[in-house]
């Protein structure tokens, strides 16, 4: 096990609040902070440029550190400022023909859903949800009668926004690609919370965000490729980074992943990102899984035992996101009564998860979502909070 006493100094405000959305924007522990400041303070003294090139090692190594994360190459990393972006970036550049399917999971977030709708309005393809199965995960079952050799692309939240299930990631990979579609994984809510190892899960690209569970800053992101596919995709957008302008009316695309970058960054954050992903792999991702795991399975069985509180976490593997509702109470009330007592929770709203939350009749959960720096004392308190309103 980490040193908790440790990891709670470098994050002060651990200790004087109850911080509970790490599925949100978590809190960055000190280096992580101390890494962007001191980045912005050299920016001021030697301009951007000059600041960057001295940090050159470092921003390569950033990669570097998000490849050792998930069991990739450094070259298979391209980094963004979200891990929309990344998602889009990919997907847009997926060639897709009149006819073509897209399969969504139910419980697809709102911007991946509004992408695929966009992209078939578009090119006259065809977007369908596979549905989930009792427990709450994907369908296998249903995604292996759904798949033909139209559906393109098979898209997979690993772990949903609103609620504390894990997706069967590995499973969907070996179905879909039996029909040759690529699978293109939602690592959002998973990653700096679970290992999640693309070699093992097989999947085709993954997309992240740093604000999460990694416990980076907020602007940041990345997409994973697998290394064979970015040769044969064209992003919808480049830049001279992503691209050459080699003749007066020629230009050639990077020949690997970074044909999926752009050259402007916010490089402060950049590198607070590489030390945020240090920092997990310090710690050790086995010993983050478990302590959040352990974390979250003691709030829920908690949270069951006070009157009126329902837990709505589905899934036969769960995550260390606690979703709940109170009979008679409106979620964003319960959000602001709690705040007001020192315990940041969330609200994940309808809107976010729209075919997951119509299907459970759900129109907002409240959302808990304990990293491993909290205390099961913290949790208590919480949940003594929720009794008293
Ligand atoms: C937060 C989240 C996103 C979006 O991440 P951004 O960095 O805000 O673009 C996508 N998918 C899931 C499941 C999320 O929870």
Request: glycine share 6%; aromatic share 6%; proline share 4%.
């Amino acid at each position: 096990m980490f040193d908790l006493d440790r990891i709670r100094r470098d994050t002060p405000a651990a200790a004087s609040a109850v911080f509970l959305d790490s599925a949100g924007s978590s809190l960055p522990p000190d280096p992580v902070v101390e890494t962007a400041v001191a980045h912005l303070r050299r920016e001021a003294v030697v301009g951007g440029y000059r600041a960057a090139n001295e940090r050159m090692a470092d921003l390569a190594a950033v990669k570097s550190s998000i490849a050792k994360l998930i069991g990739a190459q450094a070259s298979d990393i391209a980094l963004s400022d979200s891990a929309t972006r990344s998602w889009s970036d990919f997907f847009y550049s997926v060639p897709l023909s009149p006819g073509d399917r897209i399969l969504l999971c139910e419980v697809e977030y709102a911007s991946n859903a509004i992408a695929a709708l966009q992209r078939a309005a578009t090119v006259g393809a065809i977007v369908e949800f596979v549905p989930s199965d009792p427990s709450g995960q994907i369908d296998l079952n249903a995604l292996e009668r759904m798949l033909d050799d139209r559906v393109r692309i098979v898209s997979l939240v690993h772990a949903p926004t609103n609620g504390g299930l894990i997706n069967p990631a590995r499973e969907v990979a070996e179905l879909a690609h039996r029909h040759g579609a690529l699978v293109l994984l939602d690592a959002c809510q998973s990653i700096g919370q679970v290992r999640v190892d693309v070699g093992e899960l097989g999947v085709d690209a993954l997309s992240a965000t740093g604000r999460k569970w990694l416990r980076g800053p907020r602007g940041t992101g990345f997409l994973y490729l697998r290394p064979e596919l970015a040769a044969s995709l064209e992003p919808p957008a480049l830049d001279l980074h992503s691209a050459q302008w080699i003749a007066k009316s020629e230009f050639q695309l990077a020949a690997d992943v970074t044909r999926f970058e752009f050259w402007e960054c916010d490089v402060a954050a950049r590198l607070a990102l590489g030390r945020a992903v240090d920092y997990l792999l310090d710690i050790g991702i086995d010993a983050v899984e478990e302590a959040v795991r352990e974390r979250a399975t003691y709030l829920r069985a908690q949270l069951r035992g006070v009157d009126g509180v329902t837990v709505h976490d589905l899934g036969e593997r769960k995550s260390g996101i606690v979703s709940f509702t109170a009979d008679g109470k409106i979620p964003t009330d319960v959000r602001d009564a709690l705040a007001e007592r020192g315990i940041t929770v969330t609200v994940s709203h309808r809107r976010s998860t729209l075919v997951d939350m119509n299907q459970r009749g759900l129109d907002a959960v409240i959302r808990a979502s304990p990293h491993y720096f909290v205390t099961f004392e913290q949790l208590d308190e919480m949940v003594a909070a929720l009794r008293s309103l």
